[in-house]
């Protein structure tokens, strides 16, 4: 591995360290003002209008963040910047980022020119039209993702095939996910 490579690594974990530090240290300066009864979990409410439970033990990665680490995880929400958004399958993980990106002139058209270029071992990613896909989400009018895919599998794709090559930076993403959920154990 190379040098530039291990630094991104560590990086990595440095932002992931730091998001959950800020997510608990939140979390504990809201419960100084009242308990609430909810046994360790709180009730995030934001400005965006989402709201989502989460305990202690809860924990943000980034959405850059090795793959590998999404398996048999259970996602919670996806952080957006300043903005949080439920998300409580890896298909919404995948669907919210790419509205969010999708919201930008710029990104959009990207986006668009990307359709029918991104493809998974058997389908097309992204495309113009349901057609040949599986599972297919209308992102907008003429652009579909296929979500048939594992946790794994749809976060690679998102960031190093769709939002690597239209240059969005995705450094302030991260999944906020259950801590000790997995589907394997």
């Known amino acids: 591995m190379s040098r530039e490579a291990q630094i991104a690594v560590i990086e990595e974990a440095r ?13 504990l300066i809201a419960s100084l003002g009242a308990i609430d009864g909810t046994d360790g979990q709180t009730t995030d409410n934001h400005t965006d209008g ?3 439970e ?8 980034p ?8 398996i048999g995880k259970k996602p919670v929400a996806v952080v957006l910047g300043d903005v949080t958004k439920d ?14 990106c999708n919201q ?8 668009m020119e990307l359709r029918g270029r991104i493809a998974g071992n058997f389908r097309i990613f992204l495309s ?5 896909m599986s599972k297919a989400v209308k992102i907008d009018d003429a652009l579909y993702v ?35 959920y997995s589907k394997r154990h």
């Open 50 to 52: 989402s709201k989502y």
């Open 104 to 111: 930008d002139p710029l990104y959009h058209e990207r986006l």
């Open 146 to 180: 296929e979500v048939h895919h594992g946790a794994q599998a749809m976060m690679y794709t998102l960031v190093s095939k769709i939002l690597s090559a239209i240059q969005y930076d995705c450094s302030n993403i991260s999944v906020i996910m259950k801590s000790g």
């Open 128 to 132: 113009d039209k349901p057609d040949g």
């Open 63 to 70: 959405i850059t963040a090795n793959p590998i680490i999404f």
């Open 15 to 27: 932002q992931s360290i730091i998001n959950t530090l800020n997510m608990r240290f939140n979390r």
């Open 87 to 100: 998300a409580k399958s890896w298909r919404e993980v995948l669907t919210t980022v790419l509205e969010h």
């Open 54 to 61: 989460t305990t202690a033990d809860d924990y943000i990665v």
